[in-house]
């Protein structure tokens, strides 16, 4: 796959995750975590389709980026993809599907970034406003992870040093 197919991948799901919580935020302001949009107003499918979208695009071209970590960026793309699937987290049997995926997703998301000398100063950065927003700290460092997340692979396609 071309660099430019590979960036426009990436811009593509990045676009499509920055374009659904500006939406929630500024209709609702900030959620408890990046699931818990679910259960506003928006539209029920709006929350799983984003993250398919996101999910969908990222898959080929983090796969491809990712030597000798493959795996990772493989299972943290399926975990969004299951995540996805059970939005209703607090359904007993749903739950526990989203909660062992989203689990999944930051173990796997961190792996890959401690395995590829990815960014860390957002997710690092993102403890601030964890510790500051209590009842929030979720969604905060699901924030920094989806940056270091992106940036990173950006990083890779645009051979920036890390």
Sequence with gaps: MSLISQLCMVGASCMALTIYLLIYLLKYGVPESVSATYYSELPKWAFSTTLAVAGG????????ISEKTEFCAFIATVSVFFVASSPTFKEKFVGKVHYGSAITLFITSVVWLLANDGFWAF?????????????????????????????????????IPR
């Design 57 to 64: 695009f990222l898959l080929i071209p983090w796969i491809e």
């Design 123 to 159: 997710l690092l950065a993102s403890l601030v406003p964890a510790i500051l927003y209590r009842t929030k700290w979720l969604f905060w460092v699901e924030i920094g992870l989806f940056i270091s997340i992106y940036s990173t692979l950006i990083a890779f396609l645009l051979a």
